[in-house]
């Protein structure tokens, strides 16, 4: 049989076919007036993604990079700051701020749950400088309270920082009406291209603390950095064939839009949140339990396997079967579940054959309870009838 490789994890994602042609173009050197041209419009494309007047800034780096920045710029040693967590990515912010000399407090939740913006409001005590914090949870695939937490901060002089490296082009966000200082992403996710860089954007808050924390930074730094910006340029070599990938990506996502970047981040969010609730429904027909049903993230959909099962088993059955890589759990939670992702480049046909090759695993794995050919699939199909159905209502009522 043939087997076509494809890729089903929250980053990296599949690659934009337009954007790897656009990679394999870009021969261009960084200090000529055709890089800063590109490098503009970038940065401004970036900012409307974000949805965000606030400027913004790009390092050649996975999307850690700009997590580090957001510490090391933001505080100074025994500064208090508060993370929010419930799963590996919160607890990087914990690492990180601790290498920092932060002084952290945790509120945290247990995996697979949200924190409740009421845990967090019972920590928030006036002297907290910063609250570190991810919109979409990738390792467990909840999603978090973005807006509720935010709203805890209105009024106070604690800036809050959201990394949403899988959140970007799966959440709506309102970054500057809800008050986010710092909205962190990177380029393996939802905007389809392969990682290496990272991108955050910055409000005047966080600008102003940044003359007076005191954390040594050097390549990480995020004033010099926006210095440069202003004038089409990066600090160092930039990842240039990035930067054309995300500018053409940019133009497909503003394609969704007809034309409107804006719309277009819209619609890629919610063509992730019906690829995602395809997938859950599909989960729940095949009898699978979901890891995080309370508050499920379109990132990502994480999925217990059927009693008795290892996760590793159904990782390892798309792997042979189908050439697909799908993600197994994350340190203690490997082998308790597996993810499949939604962000970036996935659509209907993606998700309906994810929903068949799952169908098709756990007949492998031999599990009549779990596998009556079909039944996942019916309950993906009347997702999409619905969501594509009213989405043609409102088309037509608005003509
Ligand atoms: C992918 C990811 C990161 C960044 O990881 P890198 O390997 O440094 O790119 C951070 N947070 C979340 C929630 C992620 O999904």
New binding site residues.
């Given amino acids: 049989m043939l087997i076509k490789s494809r890729l089903f994890t929250?980053?990296p994602t599949p690659l934009l076919p337009s954007a790897q042609l656009a990679m394999a173009a870009a021969d261009i050197h960084h200090r000529t007036a055709d890089f800063r041209a590109l490098y503009s419009r970038v940065l401004a494309d970036t900012q409307t993604f974000i949805g965000t007047k606030n400027d913004v800034v790009m390092f050649a780096s996975?999307?850690?990079g700009a997590?580090e920045a957001a510490v090391s710029n933001l505080t100074s040693p025994g500064d208090k700051v508060l993370v929010v967590t419930a799963g590996k990515?919160g607890e990087?912010w914990k690492s990180l701020a601790s290498a920092y000399g932060c002084n952290v407090e945790v509120v945290s939740a247990e995996y697979g749950k949200t924190v409740e913006p009421d845990a967090v409001k019972a920590k928030l005590t006036p002297d907290v400088r910063v609250v570190y914090m991810?919109a979409?949870?990738?390792s467990t695939g909840v999603r978090h309270d973005v807006r509720g937490i935010a709203s805890l901060l209105k009024g106070t002089d604690t800036l809050l920082v959201v990394?949403a490296?899988?959140g970007l082009g799966t959440t709506h966000f309102d970054v500057d009406g809800w008050g986010i200082d710092v909205i962190i992403g990177?380029s393996?996710?939802a905007v389809m291209i392969p990682?290496g860089l990272a991108y955050c954007s910055v409000s005047e808050r966080a600008w102003k603390r940044m003359e007076t924390t005191k954390n040594p930074r050097f390549y990480f730094d995020l004033r010099k950095e926006r210095k440069n910006a202003a004038k089409g340029e990066s600090s160092y070599t930039p990842a240039i064939a990035l930067i054309a990938a995300l500018a053409s990506a940019f133009d497909f996502i503003r394609n969704m839009g007809k034309g409107d970047l804006a719309a277009g981040r819209v619609a890629l969010v919610n063509n992730a949140e019906m690829c995602a609730e395809m997938m859950r429904e599909a989960a729940l027909a095949l009898k699978l339990q979901l890891f995080a049903p309370d508050a499920p993230s379109a990132a990502v959909t994480s999925i217990l396997p059927p009693a008795g099962v290892d996760s590793g088993r159904i990782v390892k059955g798309f792997r042979d079967e189908f050439g697909a890589v799908i993600s197994n759990g994350q340190g203690e939670m490997k082998g308790q579940i597996f993810r499949m992702a939604h962000l970036g480049y996935f659509d209907y046909m993606d998700t309906i054959a994810t929903v068949g090759a799952l169908e098709q695993v756990l007949g492998v794995i031999s599990l009549p309870k779990h596998v009556e050919f079909g039944q996942g699939l019916k309950a993906a199909q009347e997702v999409f009838a619905r969501v594509a159905g009213s989405a043609r209502n409102a088309v037509a009522s608005s003509k």
């Fill in positions: 929250p980053g996975s999307g850690t997590m990515f990087r991810q979409t949870e990738s990394d490296i899988t990177g393996q996710k990682p």
